[in-house]
């Protein structure tokens, strides 16, 4: 189901049924929103662990109509755009600026991106997934990933990192037709793995994750791609690590972005544009080791790879 703003009816729907305590997944179901709809209104809106939908649909209109009256300072934009021209994503420059203080939605940057674009500007060229968000009056191509198994079905667990095991995994491509790498990532820990691979193909994607992640098969609970062509042999995979593998939606890498925050912190080893013919797997190796043992806030600025050998799964 797509996001959606609520009506006030519909929170007077998730409060009667909290009160019965339905779970978020039944209550987006009746209520017929995403469930991230739900989980960011309980969120936003919950005062001492109590719901009031009287109170959360008046703080909403407030919100929206300071929202309509907002308006982005000169400065912050200029700062936007310095951000996106050293290739951070959206996402990432939402996150650090509204972190000090700098408020502004990773939806509202993608929005002055395609208006750049129309203009004439080049600032797309600096989002991952370049200009093809911003297409218009083309068709969907058809799913290239039979089976394919959506994001919206994952378990709730893995969406609020409450165990270890649950892992993401992405490809990083190097300058045109020289390769790739396959990096995949523990949701929980931040422990992150790399393997290149001479192409972006499935059989070539396939075989590297099953060899990654077999050393720790019983950690492997499930798995979330995008929808990259190369991920085609999920069910092989699945097989072969006895896991689940989840596609999130297209042009969401917001949905598996510790991984996206750790494939930034890989180009600062391996740049990007790099010919991946003269990056050795032992280059690789030693990208991997600094960002695993790098502090990192989110996890009160322990290590990757100290938190993981504590859960008893490194080799």
Known sequence: MSYQQLTEGRRYQISALLELGISISEIAIKVQCHRAT?????????????????????????????????????????????????????????????????????????????????????????????????????????????N??????????????????????????????????VTILERKSRFYLAKKVSSKSADAVTKATIEMLMPFKECVHTITADNGREFAGHEQIGIALDTKIYFAHPYSSWERGANENANGLLRQYIKKGSDLRQV???????????????PRKCLGFKQPAIIFKEQGMAA
Do not use: M
């Not at 939402?94 to 929005?111: F, N």
């Not at 378990?155 to 790498?181: Q, S």
């Not at 050795?280 to 790098?294: G, L």
């Open 280 to 294: 050795t797997d032992r280059d690789i190796k030693f990208a991997q080791s600094r960002i695993n043992y790098r």
């Open 148 to 181: 394919a198994v959506s994001i919206d079905e994952r378990p709730e667990v893995v969406e609020r990192r409450e165990r270890f095991g649950d892992w993401e995994i992405d490809t990083v491509l190097g300058k045109h037709g020289t390769g790739a790498i």
């Open 38 to 146: 739900v989980y960011r209104e309980l969120k936003r809106n919950q005062a001492h662990g109590q719901y009031c939908p009287q109170n959360a649909h008046i703080y909403s209109v407030k919100r929206r109509k300071a929202a309509r009256k907002y308006r982005i300072p000169a400065q912050r934009i200029k700062y936007i755009r310095f951000l996106l021209s050293i290739d951070w994503s959206p996402e990432q420059i939402s996150s650090v600026l509204t972190s000090v203080g700098e408020a502004v939605s990773h939806e509202w940057i993608y929005r002055y991106v395609a208006r750049d674009k129309y203009r004439g500007g080049k600032l797309y060229r600096h989002l991952r997934q370049g200009h093809k968000r911003y297409r218009r009056g083309l068709k969907d191509k058809a799913p290239a990933i039979k």
